[in-house]
């Protein structure tokens, strides 16, 4: 079946403008992540939804950022004012149950945002 | 504060040889551990795990050895195929709250043929 999916996969962005970055999850995943991927370092969690709420919001750099999931299936990570500092890989994850049963994250292909 | 390092950025290995891949973390009331693979351009994709109860969990020819003692874990390919070029992220969880993933930095396998 289909996998996770990120789009756009590139994205250019002058500072000071602000993105939108879409994930679409495997289909009845109820579980879904957002990490950032700076270049050479592993991925670092943003936030982490259960459906429709966002029970994690610890790793989020900044209030510049936000993410939403209103219905439970697509979520999108939005970037205010975007600063040279945010240019990385964001990753979107999501996993069947719910955060605590342990199920494996499957991973998308990830969106790389450049900022001039 | 890095609390999963993986202090060898790259590992040349001849095909048909082990790959041993190494990781170290600081926080002992971690649970959990896995491996993923990245291809460039393309998501992590799982490999391998490992529950802290256990001290070996094996998968075709990915092996998975933890030493709690020490706060180390390692992967072991064997034999390695060019195929296995990739760069390869261990990854650690508390199993309580998020299960969010903390990740080591990685290291870029080459397999030579």
């Known amino acids: 079946g289909a996998g996770v999916s990120q789009s756009p996969r590139y994205k250019v962005a002058k500072r000071g403008q602000d993105v939108a970055l879409r994930c679409d999850p495997i289909s009845g995943h109820v579980s879904l992540f957002w990490y950032q991927q700076a270049l050479g370092q592993g991925p670092e969690f943003l936030t982490y939804f259960q459906n429709e709420a966002q029970l994690d919001k610890s790793g989020l750099p900044s209030d510049r950022f936000f993410a939403e999931r209103p219905e439970g299936s697509v979520s999108t990570l939005k970037i205010q004012r975007t600063q040279q500092e945010d240019s990385a890989v964001y990753l979107c994850?999501?996993?069947?149950?719910?955060?605590?049963?342990?199920?494996?994250?499957?991973f998308g292909p990830g969106t790389r945002l450049t900022v001039l | 504060d890095q609390q999963v390092k993986q202090n060898s950025p790259s590992l040349s290995v001849q095909e048909g040889r082990i790959s041993i891949l190494n990781c170290d973390y600081t926080n002992s009331m971690f649970d959990y551990f896995l491996w993923y693979k990245k291809y460039p351009a393309e998501g992590p994709t799982f490999l391998i795990s490992?529950?802290?109860?256990?001290d070996k969990n094996e998968d075709g020819r990915f092996t998975v050895f933890l030493n709690k003692s020490a706060k180390h874990l390692s992967l072991h390919i064997v034999p390695s195929q060019p195929g296995d070029s990739a760069v390869y992220f261990c990854a650690a969880i508390f199993t309580s709250g998020t299960y969010k993933y903390i990740f080591g930095t990685g290291t870029r396998l080459k397999v030579l043929a």
């Open positions: 994850a999501s996993s069947l149950g719910f955060s605590g049963s342990g199920d494996t994250q499957y």
């Open positions: 490992i529950s802290s109860i256990k």
